[in-house]
């Protein structure tokens, strides 16, 4: 604005005179909204500050907390809460005057200009057109739209992963996400002091960007939001690119596609216009924009009426340079993000689709509730199909095709991957098409696409040709170049929709595109596999160079080399479909419009070939190896291609049900090396969409961080075992577990949550999880989690609807207070536990007493009983072991070793044992003291005499005493690049090689402290864990020879951190074991 104080002070008054124009009974009303938290976006005013209902008291407290705009705002929701709609009204128009400069006919001229823009865009944006079993089907927005999942940023990678990558499982994404409604992507994060004018919003193609544009801007033309804004222009990229190369004024542009706008020639309006309104353009689809922009651009551009090519005026306008007041929303796929730089972006955002609950809500507002009901239980049925639902287009499909099968009566065939979906999705287009235009009701699917074979592969070429040009929008000449009639194409409204721009000057002749961009790709790639079964090559010489004695294997290897040179990706989803309707499956359902072919498994396994060596970029060492880590650490270089395409080309793979995929990620997931969170998010999306169920998931395998494991946990839900010991799970990934756990159809059978700190929510969740019937899970260990009390348990033990057949609790102080309330539990007729593990869980001949009632009671299930390292006494014993003698007693194996009453101490400090360094096995360049307690790295080498069992080499020494049992010990470490283990004696003594450090064979595993940084190691493989706060020295170490169990800890005021545990299977006793590599560093073993 020009005069910026004087404004705000108009605006002051505005406030005051609306507030004054309430009785004082209405003002205390108006308060108690303030005070209230009815205000979503704000926070309530406290209400000792508005005690007094004087005008200029809650005026002032107001302004303080909102700032005198967003106060106005505040002003007009609640008052219209109120039903005070005289008073919102008159209130609106000053503002509207306020910021417009006035009531002089040029600003009633503008006010029109205003309603008229807002007309114009209700009628615009009011209808969405929706693919449906009746074609292409105008539909209000209002009554299908579902709010979508957007958020702050975007993901990991964003501009080196492929867009496919960033799919669903809302809840297993990013902890610092923040949702943002639709409506308030141009308002200020809470928290944010700064000004959003250019907002950058990314997502994958059919994620719902273009919709969410068109219901921001209907709501803002219904008056339902964004009432601050006075005009709202969407200029799409897919249209701007036919007037490229025109020259225009920013001002005769806007005059040119809003023709509402030509009455403001005067140029004291359009100083006002573009100096003092507030003004949103949406730059929609810069994906699909053939302009070339250049940031920062050489030709610097400040007025509205100055003309230019448009590249030119659109550069300057994300710049800043040419209306920098203006707000600015750009829509993108991932792939075109980039070309805009992040000084231009105030906020970046993310949409991301459907999360499950909001498939639903679509399902159920398209089609009627009871087919939405039936449709979505056959989508859950299949992972990949359920996944694929995030993306609202492909929903979209997905229920036209199912739809159509539910009419049909063959929803047993349902399609299972996307070129099977898009398949049926044109043999239901087509048989629409013959009822409706010809009368026919033909089910035979080999007929149906036979009459409609000529218009399928006319729309097919031309979806071809258009797509290696890279052109999205044709005109009626571009038709009947491919043959078409315009009336054919109407006929086919399912697949072609027109557009046309009644007002539009620049836009000459009527204007056409298919539903969708994957609809274009999918009749692309069928009429390429349709030219080669033809032997119509010629048609293909703009694609394939040789076009004589060509196989299929050839033009499968032209495709995959074309997809990877392209840089937008235009080719990913065209070369997914032609390999998928290379499937002979495939073409068995395409018989009517593609001849008989022989089978060509060799030229698809040809083709695999190939694609694994594009991606592993000709290496010859280790092929397999090479591959897999290509997908997942691929650099852009001169020489590589880029990671989009690498994605690209492993969901290729998935589309022709490449076997060997998921082999080969699971050999580099056991190297070792580390994966990023983008690599996560393509290892869940690879296990989630197979339908192979894998036999189990281990989170300890996958070497990542805890955002990694965030990601990854959304794959449980496709394993029959889960181990998830020893992980630092947020909330949100407690949710994402037990949510898999109550799945339909779930395939978890064992889950293993040891060495977790359950709180209470995550233990009510827990028993929620098991007592829902669609749990099947049979066997939960819980080793460690540090249960107190057994509520939760015994009530799941005791429900009708538990599944449970083994579980162990061992290592939590439970006393005999908790067996008591577990017993109450297996006393229960309805639990049929088998086994039982209680192991060093603090229970006297008391507790005993409990679990020997609790079999009196229910005899007919529990076998196994594990009271080792407890204190049942003799008489504990003598009563469990009547239990074992009892014939009607199922119980035939019970464990009552290590009887003693110092287990019944608390913690792990009742397994502590002392050690002392072996001076024989020193490094010399280490000195012992403390009575060989403590050991430290010096540079003079002491005067050690030879001995066998010394380190020559590396800077270790071992303890005298071994260890085969339960064992505890504490270590403080000082300095840096220490490590403490165990290993067997006979780990070799001489030499720099793996086998002569602890952690570098398979006879030691370590823990190792370095660069303020924690890592484990074992046979020479490291994985890097969280570190705790360096403050925190000391570290503890517990070992369970038996069980096969290392585990680290962190302590910090006697309170144990778990760091890490190894599983093993120990096969002689093991040796307390040191490193330490840095002058003056040093590890002391502390007295417990």
Known sequence: MANQGFTSCQLLTHLFSSLEDMNDEARKRFSLYLTDKTLEDFPPIPKARLESHKVTNIVEQMRDMYGIVDSLNITLFILKLMNYNDLARRLDQKIKETHLGGKEPES???????????????????????????GGTQIHLDSIYTELHITEGESEGVNEEHEIWQIENTDRRRRHDRKIKCNDIFKPLPGQRKTI???????????????????????????????????????????????????????????????????????????????????????????????LLHLPSKEKLCDALQESRVEILLSNLIQGNLLPSAFIWITTRPAAAKQVP??????????RGFTDKQKEEYFKKRIREDQAENIISHIKTSRSLYIMCHIPVFCSILVTVLEGMLVHDDLEEKPKTLTEVFIYFLLIQSKNKEKKYEGRNEVDREKVLESNKAILMKLAKLAFEELQEGKILFTEKDLQHSGIDVTDAAVHSGMCTEIFKEDAKFFKAKLYCFVHLSVQEFLAALYVFYCYVSRNMKALKCFI????????????????DQSVKSQNGHLDLFLRFLLGISLESNQSLLQGLLPKTKGRSKSLQKTSRHIKKTISNNEKDEPSKI??????????????????????????????????????????????????????????????????VLDEFDMKKYNTDDEGREILIIAVRNSRKARLHGCKFTEESYKAIMSSLQLPNSHIREMDLSYSDLKDPEELMLCSALLCPSSRLENLSLKQCFLHHCDVLASVLSSGSSNLRHLDLSENDLLDSGVEILSTGVRSPHCTLETLGLSGCCISERGCEFLSSALSSNPSYLRELDLSYNHPGEAGVKLLTARLQDPHCKLEKLNVDHDDECWLKSGLQKYACKFTLDPNTANRKLLLSEGNRKVTCVVEKQPYPDHPERFKSWLQVLCREDVSGRCYWEVERSGQMVYIGVTYKGISRRGFSSDNYIGGNNKSWVLIYDNNSYSVRHNSISTAIPAPPSSYNRVGVYLDWSAGTLTFYSISS????????????????????????????????CEI
């Open 545 to 560: 160079s040789r076009t004589w004695r060509v196989s299929l294997a050839n033009l499968l290897k032209a495709a995959v």
């Open 197 to 291: 004018r250019l907002v950058m919003t990314k997502g994958v193609a059919g994620i719902g960007k273009t919709v969410s544009v068109q219901k921001f801007v209907l709501d803002w033309a219904e008056g339902e939001a964004n009432q601050d804004k006075d005009f709202m222009f969407v200029l799409p990229f897919r249209e701007l690119n036919l007037i490229k190369d025109d020259r225009y004024s920013f001002h005769t542009l806007l005059i040119y596609c809003y023709p509402e706008l030509q009455h403001l020639q005067a140029p004291e309006i359009q100083d006002v216009m573009y100096k003092k309104s507030r003004i949103v353009i949406i730059l929609d689809g810069l994906d699909e924009s053939r302009l």
């Open 627 to 692: 591959f897999v880590l290509r997908v997942f650490k691929i650099k852009t270089t001169k020489n590589r291609i880029s990671t989009e395409r690498a994605m690209n080309l492993l969901l290729c793979l998935l589309e022709m049900k490449d076997a060997s995929l998921h082999n080969e990620i699971d050999s580099y997931v056991k190297s070792g090396d580390k994966l990023s969170p983008a690599h996560c998010s393509a290892l869940a999306y690879m296990i989630l969409v197979s339908e192979n």
């Open 1054 to 1085: 006697d309170k144990l951190t778990h760091l890490h545990t190894f599983h093993s299977t120990f096969t002689e006793p093991l040796y307390p074991g040191f490193g330490v590599l840095s002058y003056k560093s040093s590890l002391t073993l």
């Open 342 to 351: 992040e000084d231009y972006i105030s906020q970046r955002t993310e949409i």
């Open 108 to 134: 009633r001229i503008l006010q029109n200009t205003i309603q008229s823009n807002k007309d114009v865009m209700m009628r615009k944006f009011e209808h969405i057109s929706e693919v449906t079993m009746k």
